[in-house]
Nanobody
Framework: QVQLVESGGGLVQPGGSLRLSCAAS????????MTWYRQAPGKERELVAG????????NYADSVKGRFTISRDNVKNTVYLQMNSLKPEDTAVYYC????????WGQGTQVTVSS
């Protein structure tokens, strides 16, 4: 079954950290770039970070540069998003995505940053 499954979300205080994971199955993961998006209530989905198929190239939204790190493990077929120094404005549902001939999305994982 072709799918992406996110995990690792939760409630964290401002300044805290979380690591999100996205496990891929059903396609040749190592051949495709991966991207994390997020969608806050009432807002459009926005790109957070992307990583090339081999992991050598990454890009980030300006709002998360220096705080978030995207990485991948092509043996475990998993992409990660390490999120540090979290802010309330990081609260959103986080999705991973891969363009494998069509847009493949996971179900999302909720991240809430609140004291």
């Amino acid at each position: 079954q072709v799918q992406l499954v996110e995990s690792g979300g939760g409630l964290v205080q401002p300044g805290g950290s979380l690591r999100l994971s996205c496990a891929a199955s059903g396609f040749t993961f190592r051949m495709f770039a991966m991207t994390w998006y997020r969608q806050a209530p009432g807002k459009e989905r926005e790109l957070v970070a992307g990583i090339s198929s081999g992991g050598g190239n990454t890009n980030y939204a300006d709002s998360v540069k220096g705080r978030f790190t995207i990485s991948r493990d092509n043996v475990k077929n998993t992409v990660y998003l390490q999120m540090n120094s979290l802010k309330p404005e990081d609260t959103a549902v986080y999705y991973c995505n891969s363009k494998i001939g069509y847009d493949l999305w996971g179900q999302g994982t909720q991240v809430t940053v609140s004291s």
